[in-house]
């Protein structure tokens, strides 16, 4: 029996070193990587200082060229946007980001499902801090991780659950050839082939999480002096923006922002020509957009 309960406890232990190691490796080959996004997360929170920062999901990540932004407005920018994320994932990043350095303005894309409505592949919000994990011991992101899943900081501190799905990303990031030398901006080349109208209305509940996040990221800006400018990109074949009007009315209440709104601009909504599908640009229609949004914002800095 005691022979047992020896082998037991050895096994555990074992395991639990295997754990350790298995952890700290892939924290150096995440905080060593030359590209994907952990380069470019790491490199946001670390390193940049830009003046100007592009959040929200992959609408900001392909719809906002930061050179076009740079060259109008004459500050530096970087695009932060990362796909599949919202509200919860951008906080985040802001409060690991203004622990070094306060950046002057931010441009924030907001996308109804990922900032504002309950999504069926959300379940209960955990996905919006993968990219956080390797960042879990940060005390500014505790409340943020109680509010969304109070165990799920603790099961952090194992490193096969911080890393089981990302393994084979950070080999291909730590050991490939591909470097980050970028502004964060990623362009889609294609054009979308059917053409069809889409309907922008939802069945969605308002998700009390995010909308907790919402506000505390405004409140947040406002007190750091970053000036906040939420704006909606072009959708294809939308003629009305109805479902993005509780998150209106919440910024509005808030106040300090300010809002522009392209869901439904005839200019862009209405040409394929300028989107790779429905929800997202391409190039052209990207660098078009990033045009004609960057004397509007270039109005709202100077004032």
Same mark, same amino acid.
């Given at each position: 029996?005691?022979?047992?309960?020896?082998?037991?406890?050895?096994?555990?232990?074992?395991?639990?070193?295997?754990?350790?190691?298995?952890?700290?490796?892939?924290?150096?080959?995440?905080?060593?990587?030359?590209?994907?996004?952990?380069?470019?997360?790491?490199?946001?929170?670390?390193?940049?200082?830009?003046?100007?920062?592009?959040?929200?999901?992959?609408?900001?990540?392909?719809?906002?060229?930061?050179?076009?932004?740079?060259?109008?407005?004459?500050?530096?920018?970087?695009?932060?946007?990362?796909?599949?994320?919202?509200?919860?994932?951008?906080?985040?990043?802001?409060?690991?980001?203004?622990?070094?350095?306060?950046?002057?303005?931010?441009?924030?894309?907001?996308?109804?499902?990922?900032?504002?409505?309950?999504?069926?592949?959300?379940?209960?919000?955990?996905?919006?801090? +993968?990219?956080?994990?390797?960042?879990?011991?940060?005390?500014?992101?505790?409340?943020?991780?109680?509010?969304?899943?109070?165990?799920?900081?603790?099961?952090?501190?194992?490193?096969?659950?911080?890393?089981?799905?990302?393994?084979?990303?950070?080999?291909?990031?730590?050991?490939?050839?591909?470097?980050?030398?970028?502004?964060?901006?990623?362009?889609?080349?294609?054009?979308?082939?059917? +053409?069809?109208?889409?309907?922008?209305?939802?069945?969605?509940?308002?998700?009390?999480?995010?909308?907790?996040?919402?506000?505390?990221?405004?409140?947040?800006?406002?007190?750091?002096?970053?000036?906040?400018?939420?704006?909606?990109?072009?959708?294809?074949?939308?003629?009305?923006?109805?479902?993005?009007?509780?998150?209106?009315?919440?910024?509005?209440?808030?106040?300090?922002?300010?809002?522009?709104?392209?869901?439904? +601009?005839?200019?862009? +909504?209405?040409?394929?020509?300028?989107?790779?599908?429905?929800?997202?640009?391409?190039?052209?229609?990207?660098?078009?957009?990033?045009?004609?949004?960057?004397?509007?914002?270039?109005?709202?800095?100077?004032?």
């Amino acid at each position: 029996m005691k022979k047992y309960i020896i082998r037991i406890i050895v096994f555990f232990v074992a395991v639990a070193l295997i754990d350790i190691i298995f952890g700290k490796c892939f924290d150096y080959m995440y905080d060593h990587s030359k590209s994907g996004d952990a380069r470019k997360i790491n490199y946001a929170i670390k390193e940049c200082n830009a003046d100007v920062l592009i959040m929200g999901s992959s609408r900001a990540h392909h719809h906002y060229n930061p050179q076009i932004l740079s060259d109008s407005l004459g500050l530096s920018c970087f695009n932060l946007g990362m796909d599949g994320s919202g509200i919860i994932l951008m906080d985040g990043f802001y409060r690991l980001i203004t622990q070094r350095y306060i950046p002057k303005y931010i441009i924030y894309d907001l996308t109804p499902l990922f900032d504002l409505y309950q999504y069926s592949a959300d379940v209960n919000n955990t996905r919006y801090l +993968a990219q956080l994990k390797p960042y879990y011991r940060e005390d500014c992101l505790k409340q943020l991780y109680a509010d969304v899943d109070g165990l799920e900081r603790m099961k952090l501190y194992s490193g096969f659950y911080r890393y089981n799905t990302t393994c084979l990303h950070l080999f291909r990031s730590f050991f490939g050839h591909e470097t980050f030398d970028g502004d964060g901006y990623l362009p889609l080349d294609e054009v979308m082939k059917d +053409a069809k109208s889409v309907d922008s209305s939802t069945d969605n509940e308002i998700d009390t999480v995010k909308i907790k996040y919402l506000k505390q990221f405004i409140r947040d800006c406002k007190e750091n002096k970053t000036q906040l400018i939420f704006v909606v990109s072009p959708r294809f074949g939308v003629t009305n923006s109805l479902w993005l009007q509780p998150g209106f009315d919440i910024i509005s209440r808030e106040g300090g922002c300010k809002i522009l709104n392209y869901y439904c +601009a005839y200019e862009f +909504a209405s040409n394929n020509e300028y989107f790779r599908d429905s929800f997202h640009m391409n190039r052209e229609g990207a660098d078009n957009f990033t045009k004609k949004i960057a004397h509007l914002i270039k109005k709202i800095i100077e004032n």
